[in-house]
């Protein structure tokens, strides 16, 4: 596996930044209660860089979907692995994830938080592949907007591994 490079380190940690200054800005009014909600594995790097950018009062807890197993394609079944125990109904909750691409994660997340009626909901995603899109999900707040490829780093895996490597590449295959 051969890797291209797209986002640095310090691109990463800039972008990241810029994103919790612009979520604080939007949630800081009394008013508002701001829950992040957000999808294991792949976010936990994500996340664990943004709150610490947030600077309003915010609760953090974690969903785990999983529907890419070992491959490159969704198998469009997205698994809730384990769901939320808290009630939101008093909470404006932001979905928090590493990627948005065909987006069925987003939606089947989106859908089931939804349904417990919280004050207000949005959406988060690092990186967002528009052009991979099989249903209508829209990212209210993203980083990068990428082509159609392949990526991991940053919270991202290859293969289960690859998660921990600091910059986000392009995964070309011998
Ligand atoms: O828009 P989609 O096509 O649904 O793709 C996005 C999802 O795919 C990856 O998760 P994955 O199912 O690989 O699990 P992981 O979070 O454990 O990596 C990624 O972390 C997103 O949650
Ligand atoms: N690792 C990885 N997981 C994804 N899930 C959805 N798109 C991607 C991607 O480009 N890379």
Redesign the pocket.
């Known amino acids: 596996m051969k890797k291209n490079i797209l986002y640095s380190k310090e691109k990463i940690e800039e972008k990241v930044k810029e994103l919790g200054l612009t979520i604080s800005s939007d949630y800081q009014n009394e008013d508002k209660n701001l829950l992040i909600i957000s999808?294991?594995?792949?976010?936990f790097i994500f996340t664990a860089d943004l709150v610490r950018h947030i600077t309003v009062p915010v609760r953090i807890e974690f969903m785990?979907?999983?529907?890419?197993?070992f491959g490159k394609e969704?198998t469009g079944k997205?698994e809730i692995v384990s769901g939320l125990t808290i009630d939101i109904s008093d909470y404006d909750v932001l979905i928090v994830?590493?990627?948005?691409?065909?987006?069925?994660?987003?939606?089947?997340v989106y859908d089931f938080l939804k349904k417990r009626n919280p004050k207000s909901m949005k959406t988060c995603?690092f990186l967002d592949?528009p052009s991979?899109?099989?249903v209508d999900?829209n990212v209210d707040y993203t980083g990068f907007v990428i082509e159609d490829k392949f990526i991991a780093g940053y919270?991202?895996?290859y293969g289960h591994h690859y998660?921990n490597t600091p910059y986000i590449f392009e995964v070309i295959e011998n």
Not at 39 to 43: A, F, I, K, N, W
Not at 64 to 69: A, M, N, W
Request: without cysteine.
């Open positions: 999808l294991l594995r792949g976010s785990e979907t999983s529907s890419y197993g969704s997205v994830d590493d990627i948005l691409d065909s987006g069925h994660t987003m939606k089947t995603t592949k991979r899109r099989q999900m919270g991202l895996n998660r």
